[in-house]
């Protein structure tokens, strides 16, 4: 009986003609004592001998799947920074303070590259025309790390580096420092201030992915 109703229905549906918008419910007439079956539409009326059954085209909905891997994020690390500018062009060396806040509470791996205008990173260089605060220090040097080398910084936590500015014009290359270029692997602020001829706080820019 089951492959009679089957053959039936797979010869009304090979020989129906072919609808722009198909139905959502289908409609058929069984016929309850030779097991024929009739689509039929939902205004046609079934036989006496026939039955009315339907159903849908479209079955319920599956339970949900697992959810993807997370993708690539645009915003996400390496964080960088750039504090510009790095030095004033001045006939004397004044002190410069760099702060970086954590802001994410997971510990932050930062560095610190002073740069001068041709991108060549200064870190342990001296400082041209920086003196040592007491006699018989040695000449000061630009902080910062260089290679791919950090430095840990807690989460809330603020990295505070001190510098002295160079003598001299940053236009000019060499050892006089342009810009600091500041990377993290986690969201950071950064901020600087010279002291030149009064306190100077300049905030850092995020650069754009």
């Known amino acids: 009986m089951r492959s009679v109703l089957f053959l ?5 549906f090979l020989t129906l003609p072919l ?5 959502a419910v289908l409609e058929a007439c069984v016929n309850s004592g030779n097991g024929g079956l009739r ?13 009315r059954v339907q159903w849908n ?27 510009t500018p790095a030095n004033y062009f001045s006939g004397s060396s004044t002190n410069g303070s760099l702060f970086a806040f954590n802001g994410s509470a997971s510990s932050a791996n930062v560095a610190v590259h002073f740069l001068n205008k041709d991108g060549v990173n200064l870190a342990g260089v001296p400082v041209p025309g920086a003196v040592p ?20 910084l807690a989460g809330s936590n603020t990295l505070v580096v001190n510098w002295f500015t160079a003598v001299g014009n940053p236009a000019s290359g060499g050892n006089v420092a342009a810009t600091i270029r500041v990377v993290s692997d986690q969201p950071i602020a950064v901020g600087t201030n010279i002291e030149f001829s009064g306190f100077h706080p300049l905030p850092c820019t995020l650069l754009p992915k």
């Open 8 to 12: 039936s229905l797979v010869v009304l």
């Open 19 to 23: 609808a722009a918008d198909p139905p």
């Open 39 to 51: 689509l039929v539409d939902h205004d046609t009326a079934c036989h006496a001998n026939e039955t």
């Open 57 to 83: 085209v479209t079955g319920p909905a599956g339970p949900a799947g697992p959810a993807g891997p997370a993708g690539a994020s645009a915003g996400g690390p390496p964080f960088v920074w750039v504090c």
């Open 133 to 152: 605060i007491n006699p018989g220090d040695p000449t000061p040097v630009y902080p910062g790390q260089s290679g791919a080398a950090t430095v840990p």
